[in-house]
Structure formats: structure tokens, C-alpha cells
């Protein structure tokens, strides 16, 4: 939740998330699977819970301190879990954004400050209500383009002395 608030939030990566977390509606959640296959279900229990519970969360993040650390490993079990959620219908409900300590766009060197936009302090699967998605971007200009300000926002800040956080 500090990762959230003292970098997400300070630095507007996320325009729509000062509003739910100052609200209460972003959980954080550490997820304590003993290997991947928990973790599978560990999560999946979580999009569940997030459907069928009526509860003002909008956002949980699913930690993984002890999995996933491996970035290969942990892109091959995000597609795998969005493949779940689409085949079990859920995609409808439930949105997916995924960070890791070691996030690397493609053809970007490891190095470049705009891989910051998708790092975290841990492996972190992230469930987003699709109706408060939906609803925070029917009132944003141009939201296609907040990646692309990110990348440049990050690479401002922490190009010039190379000192990255993380």
C-alpha cells in the first residue's frame, strides 16, 4: 500500500486511483501460496470474491512475496489467469493489470526509467471492477494516451542521475 501511495499516486501513474484508495477501496492482499498452482487458486478464489461479495472494493492487489519472482515465470502465469478469467466469463467483470519487481517492456533495455510504470515492490496481480473502470474513463480526456505520459513522466524524473527507485 506504500508502493501505491508513494509512488502511484504521488506521481499520477494511475489518475483513477487517489480517489478508491483514500476511500478504502483498494485492498492489498499477500498471498501465501506454497507454489503456483496455489497461487493459481489462491487467486482465482480472490476474483470470485470480488464478483460475489457485496463490498465497496474496487481494487485488490494479490501480493506474491514468496512466487513468481522469476519475470518469465510470472508473465507466463498472467497469461495463463487471463485466459482463465476470459474462458470462465469473468474478463466481463473483472479487469487484470500485473506488476513485478523486474517488469521489462519488450525492446526496452532493463535499465530505461519507463519500465517503472509496471513495477512494484513485488510480483502483484492487480483486479479492477470493470464498471469502475468503465465509469473512471467515461470521465477522463484521452485516457488512450496515459501510458505514453508515464513512460516520458518516469523517464524525466529518473533519467537525469540514473538513481531509480526499486
Same mark, same amino acid.
Given at each position: 500500500?506504500?508502493? !501505491?501511495?508513494?509512488?502511484?499516486?504521488?506521481?499520477?501513474?494511475?489518475?483513477?486511483?487517489?480517489?478508491?484508495?483514500? @476511500?478504502?477501496?483498494?485492498?492489498?492482499?499477500?498471498?501465501?501460496?506454497?507454489? &503456483?498452482?496455489?497461487?493459481?487458486?489462491? @487467486?482465482?478464489?480472490?476474483?470470485?470474491?470480488?464478483?460475489?461479495?457485496?463490498?465497496? !472494493?474496487?481494487?485488490?492487489?494479490?501480493?506474491?512475496? &514468496?512466487?513468481?519472482?522469476?519475470?518469465?515465470?510470472?508473465?507466463?502465469? !498472467?497469461?495463463?489467469?487471463?485466459?482463465?478469467? @476470459?474462458?470462465?466469463?469473468?474478463?466481463?467483470?473483472?479487469?487484470? @493489470?500485473?506488476?513485478?519487481?523486474?517488469?521489462?517492456?519488450?525492446?526496452?533495455?532493463?535499465?530505461?526509467?519507463?519500465?517503472?510504470?509496471?513495477?512494484?515492490?513485488?510480483?502483484?496481480?492487480? /483486479? /479492477?471492477? !470493470?464498471?469502475?473502470?468503465?465509469?473512471?474513463?467515461?470521465?477522463?480526456?484521452?485516457?488512450?494516451?496515459?501510458?505514453?505520459?508515464?513512460?516520458?513522466?518516469?523517464?524525466?524524473?529518473?533519467?537525469?542521475?540514473?538513481?531509480?527507485?526499486?
Amino acid at each position: 500500500m506504500d508502493w !501505491v501511495k508513494d509512488f502511484v499516486i504521488r506521481h499520477n501513474l494511475c489518475p483513477f486511483a487517489a480517489r478508491p484508495f483514500a @476511500a478504502g477501496r483498494v485492498v492489498a492482499i499477500e498471498l501465501e501460496a506454497t507454489d &503456483e498452482e496455489d497461487a493459481f487458486f489462491q @487467486a482465482l478464489a480472490q476474483v470470485q470474491s470480488l464478483i460475489t461479495e457485496q463490498s465497496e !472494493v474496487e481494487t485488490s492487489l494479490l501480493v506474491f512475496p &514468496e512466487l513468481l519472482a522469476d519475470f518469465e515465470v510470472f508473465l507466463d502465469f !498472467v497469461h495463463t489467469f487471463e485466459l482463465a478469467l @476470459a474462458e470462465a466469463g469473468a474478463d466481463a467483470v473483472v479487469q487484470l @493489470a500485473h506488476f513485478h519487481p523486474a517488469y521489462r517492456f519488450a525492446g526496452v533495455p532493463a535499465d530505461d526509467p519507463g519500465n517503472l510504470t509496471n513495477r512494484a515492490p513485488y510480483p502483484v496481480l492487480q /483486479l /479492477l471492477r !470493470v464498471d469502475s473502470v468503465a465509469a473512471a474513463v467515461d470521465h477522463y480526456p484521452e485516457v488512450e494516451n496515459i501510458p505514453e505520459r508515464n513512460v516520458a513522466l518516469l523517464r524525466s524524473l529518473y533519467a537525469k542521475d540514473g538513481d531509480t527507485p526499486g
